[in-house]
């Protein structure tokens, strides 16, 4: 899990965050380290959730987001005149890329991979409860 931005929060909400001390900061985040760590033995699919979110978080934030702002800004000529063009090619071939990543991420990232992980998260759900003495294991004959 991207615990970074938990740990960066905590440390803000504590108000350390801007602290030199990095021993501090370090001491700060073991409460979150143990809600994490408990919830992980807790839940031992905590990965397949976190595919899930990845699955529509990353392609949102990364590509969608910022190819749909690209596409918003340039899309008429006026802002595009006193600005230049990222490829060598032209507007037009940029504004094709940026619309050509948001349809791939859709239907690639947001459409099958969720689907794949969707698919996976019920089969790991069957079956599993918290705190299981034996996580994955053949079922007994």
């Known amino acids: 899990m991207y615990s970074l931005a938990l740990y960066a929060t905590w440390e803000k909400i504590v108000r350390i965050h801007d602290s030199p001390s990095y021993v501090k900061r370090t001491l700060s985040r073991i409460p979150v380290f143990l809600a994490l760590w408990i919830t992980a033995l807790a839940f031992p699919f905590f990965s ?28 008429l000529p006026q802002p595009r005149r006193g600005s230049k063009s990222l490829s060598r090619l032209g507007w037009a071939v940029d504004l094709s890329v940026c619309l050509g990543t948001i349809l791939w991420m859709l239907v690639m990232q947001c459409g099958l991979g969720l689907w794949g992980n969707v698919h996976t998260f019920v089969k790991v759900l069957e079956g599993t409860r918290p705190f299981p003495k034996c996580y994955r294991c053949a079922p007994p004959k």
């Open 48 to 75: 397949a959730i976190n595919k899930l979110l990845d699955a529509i978080l990353v392609s949102w934030n990364f590509f969608i987001i910022p190819c749909a702002a690209y596409i918003a800004v340039f899309w």
